[in-house]
């Protein structure tokens, strides 16, 4: 197995699309290590998956009693995925 060929060539795109798709779609450790890689290497994909990370648990720690609006929640969780 070439460890290089598994690690090089993924985009800002393919990582953008898999790091709002892992929360519901667990990613397989080698694609795991490809985004791992690729966030290493490139700044930008670092910050947005940081901000994925923040977002996610600004949702998950919210209190129920102080619920956001259902509209609000919705739109959203259509974007986060
Ligand atoms: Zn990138």
Redesign the pocket.
């Given at each position: 197995m070439n460890i290089a060929r598994i690690l090089m060539g993924?985009?800002?795109r393919e990582?953008?699309e898999h790091t709002s798709e892992q929360h519901e779609h667990p990613t397989g450790w080698v694609m795991r290590l490809r985004m791992a890689w690729?966030?290493l290497?490139?700044?930008?994909?670092?910050r947005?998956a940081q901000q994925w990370q923040s977002i996610r648990r600004a949702i998950r720690s919210e209190p129920v009693q102080q619920a956001m609006p259902e509209a609000m929640r919705k739109r959203i969780r259509s974007k986060i995925g």
């Open positions: 993924m985009s800002c990582f953008s690729h966030r290497l490139c700044v930008y994909c670092r947005l």
